[in-house]
């Protein structure tokens, strides 16, 4: 089994797309991040946790499901990393394989050394931009090989059947 820990804020200030977004609304960048790890979710079947930190909001962690992607948002006083140090103990096993997005190098040491994987913002984007790209590729197959009609027809019956509907003999 594989899971991807996402550190939110940080691939959000890193990806083009989500800091262009961050700049007018931050909730539009957050939003757009869980969309694409949906995305990234069911192209790759690879479980995925998004952390935001919540570190200056009072209150309890808070834990969400959005799009089939795992949401936390910690706890006041902690911070992602520290929710992601957390993470990467408890959910590592033997036929556990961890990776971490995110392109802090002390939290990438961290996890490094608990046994998780790294990934850097740039890697992640670059692997994201290809995975929506094979999915654009697929679904364009898909409508090009999907037939007009819901059963088959041979070429000679569709053409029957659109004079019939033309009202032509």
Same mark, same amino acid.
């Given at each position: 089994?594989?899971?991807?820990? *996402?550190?939110?804020?940080n691939i959000i200030g890193a990806w083009n797309e989500l800091r262009l977004l961050k700049s007018d609304k $931050?909730?539009?960048?957050? &939003? ?5 790890? /949906? ?5 790759? !079947?690879?479980?995925?946790? %998004?952390?935001?930190?919540a570190h200056l909001v009072p209150g309890v962690e808070n834990k969400q499901r959005q799009n089939d992607v @795992? ?8 911070? /992602?990393? @520290?929710?992601?140090?957390? $993470?990467?103990?408890?959910?590592? !096993?033997?036929? *556990? =394989?961890?990776? %971490?997005?995110?392109? &802090?190098?002390?939290?990438?040491? %961290? *996890?490094? !050394?608990q046994g998780a994987l790294r990934k850097s913002a740039r890697e992640f984007e670059i692997e994201m931009a ?12 898909? =409508?090009?090989?999907? +037939?007009?009609?819901?059963? +088959?027809?041979?070429? @000679? %019956?569709?053409?029957?059947? @659109? ?7």
């Amino acid at each position: 089994m594989q899971i991807l820990l *996402v550190d939110g804020y940080n691939i959000i200030g890193a990806w083009n797309e989500l800091r262009l977004l961050k700049s007018d609304k $931050l909730l539009d960048a957050r &939003d757009r991040l869980i969309e694409l790890m /949906a995305e990234y979710k069911a192209f790759t !079947g690879i479980r995925v946790i %998004v952390v935001f930190d919540a570190h200056l909001v009072p209150g309890v962690e808070n834990k969400q499901r959005q799009n089939d992607v @795992e949401v936390i948002f910690t706890r006041e006083n902690e911070t /992602a990393d @520290e929710r992601i140090e957390k $993470l990467t103990q408890e959910l590592s !096993g033997r036929r *556990v =394989q961890i990776h %971490v997005a995110t392109s &802090d190098m002390t939290e990438q040491r %961290v *996890v490094f !050394g608990q046994g998780a994987l790294r990934k850097s913002a740039r890697e992640f984007e670059i692997e994201m931009a290809s995975i929506s790209s094979n999915i654009t590729k697929n679904v364009r197959r898909i =409508q090009e090989n999907k +037939p007009t009609s819901k059963i +088959p027809l041979t070429e @000679e %019956v569709a053409e029957i059947f @659109e004079k019939w509907r033309r009202g032509m003999k």
